[in-house]
Nanobody
Framework: QVQLVESGGGLVQAGGPLRLSCAAS????????MGWFRQAPGKERDIVAA????????YYTGSVKGRCTISRDNAKNTVYLQMDSLKPEDTAVYYC?????????????????WGQGTQVTVSS
């Protein structure tokens, strides 16, 4: 069993940066594919970014391309999401997810473990 805990969320002004962290415990996630998702009120939970187990492949949804960077430190059992030039429409609860298969997975289906989420609020 893997437990995921997100941190780093908060209130930030538009244009500012934020770095989210996802710390895993229970077992190593070095062979897991990892993803960041977000869910705004009344909307579906959508992919933001994903990274393969090796870090060699990444995916970004169109609205965050060029503004976000997903990375992982397998030695620390942690995944990060660096977000720059934040916009009010980035406001959402951000969730970390882990996929045991290790692939670059861009849909919710197939992720085996989820964190509780961290709130990101971007003020205009």
């Amino acid at each position: 069993q893997v437990q995921l805990v997100e941190s780093g969320g908060g209130l930030v002004q538009a244009g500012g940066p934020l770095r989210l962290s996802c710390a895993a415990s229970g077992r190593t996630i070095s062979t897991y594919g990892m993803g960041w998702f977000r869910q705004a009120p009344g909307k579906e939970r959508d992919i933001v970014a994903a990274i393969s187990w090796s870090g060699g492949s990444t995916y970004y949804t169109g609205s965050v391309k060029g503004r976000c960077t997903i990375s992982r430190d397998n030695a620390k059992n942690t995944v990060y999401l660096q977000m720059d030039s934040l916009k009010p429409e980035d406001t959402a609860v951000y969730y970390c997810a882990a996929d045991r298969v290790g692939r670059l997975r861009t849909s919710r289906e197939g992720y085996d473990y989820w964190g509780q989420g961290t709130q990101v609020t971007v003020s205009s």
